[in-house]
């Protein structure tokens, strides 16, 4: 997510199905507090662009690091995806 200050709150992380089959997502969860994923829940056909939102709780000033668990058909355990960052507090 990188640097925000409080109350700029979303980060994208854009993908492409680089495979031959319909990618499914089936769940997104994340791996602590202040974190909160959502994803598009239709396949992406192969060569889509897919994306999946992060909201972080910015009202946390300060250093994160975080992860959130993607599972899909393209593999049986989860893919990590990592989320960090820092919340600045913004100027007066």
Do not use: W
Request: glycine share 14%; with cysteine; charged share 20%.
């Amino acid at each position: 997510i990188g640097v925000r200050l409080v109350g700029s709150e979303m980060c994208i992380r854009d993908s492409t199905n680089t495979g031959e089959l319909p990618l499914i997502i089936h769940t997104v969860k994340s791996g602590g507090g202040g974190i909160v994923p959502s994803y598009s829940r239709e396949p992406y056909l192969p060569g889509a662009r897919g994306k999946i939102e992060i909201r972080y709780d910015t009202k946390r000033v300060g250093s994160f690091n975080r992860s959130i668990t993607l599972k899909c058909n393209a593999t049986q355990k989860g893919i990590q995806i990592r989320v960090q960052g820092s919340v600045l507090m913004r100027p007066n």
